[in-house]
């Protein structure tokens, strides 16, 4: 599977849009982009993914770059219980393989 | 609604003692994978199953660590002669089957071993 690169770290106000860019140049044709988050204590919360197309879902929306080699995550309006580790995957046939994720914090 | 279940939550155990660990799957998902997730870092594959087949034990550290899943849908994670180095927190997910549709995970089981 392609590896991603994302940021370690991001912070958001409260009320206001979080981006969380992930970048995975050698994806290959038939794989997706998958996001999770995990909230301390918690295992990973499934939040969307995408082959191609934009994405949006009642958490959040997923923009795919054209050539596919980046993606964004978008929570419209953050919450002070979005505070998480973000995970950016890639998967094609095989099993989920986390990296380091980004840690967002939302500030009041 | 009923997600992934795990229990115990937690898990104290002596080093050398054998330890199981339960999960309870979403109904009717076909598959269920196995994860172990280290203090600080992201969770790592252990093995997968579909229905009671176990298809990949790649991820399984050693053979002190077994997975069973007899009737397709509970699957017991099994841990002998426990040490150090298994404490962990350790997660399960189940999807409907395995190609894109997403898993979903319990809270996991935090095993301590002292």
């Known amino acids: 599977d392609a590896k991603t690169t994302q940021p370690p770290s991001m912070d958001c106000a409260e009320g206001r849009a979080a981006n969380l860019p992930c970048n995975h140049s050698?994806?290959?044709?038939?794989?997706?982009v998958y996001w999770y988050r995990q909230i301390h204590s918690q295992g990973p919360q499934y939040i969307i993914h995408?082959?191609?197309n934009n994405e949006t879902n009642e958490m959040a929306s997923l923009i795919i770059t054209e050539d596919r080699k980046s993606s964004t995550l978008i929570l419209p309006h953050a919450t002070l219980r979005d505070t998480a580790v973000y995970y950016c995957?890639?998967?094609?046939?095989?099993?989920?393989?986390f990296g380091k994720g980004t840690m967002l914090l939302v500030s009041p | 609604g009923a997600g992934v279940s795990q229990s115990p939550r937690y898990k104290v155990a002596k080093r050398g003692q054998d330890v199981a660990l339960r999960c309870d799957p979403i109904?009717?998902?076909?598959?269920l994978f196995w994860y172990q997730q280290a203090l600080g870092q992201g969770p790592e594959f252990l093995t997968y199953?579909?229905?009671?087949?176990?298809?990949?034990k790649s991820g399984l550290p050693s053979d002190r660590f077994f997975a069973e899943r007899p009737e397709g849908s509970v699957s017991t994670l099994k841990i002998q002669r426990t040490q150090q180095e298994d404490s962990a927190v350790y997660l399960c997910?189940?999807?409907?089957?395995?190609?894109?549709?997403?898993?979903?995970f319990g809270d996991g089981t935090r095993l301590s071993i002292l």
């Open positions: 199953f579909q229905n009671e087949a176990q298809l990949d």
């Open positions: 997910a189940s999807s409907l089957d395995r190609s894109n549709q997403p898993q979903h």
């Open positions: 109904s009717g998902h076909v598959s």
């Open positions: 995957i890639v998967k094609g046939y095989s099993t989920l393989t």
């Open positions: 050698t994806i290959s044709g038939n794989e997706y």
């Open positions: 995408g082959l191609k």
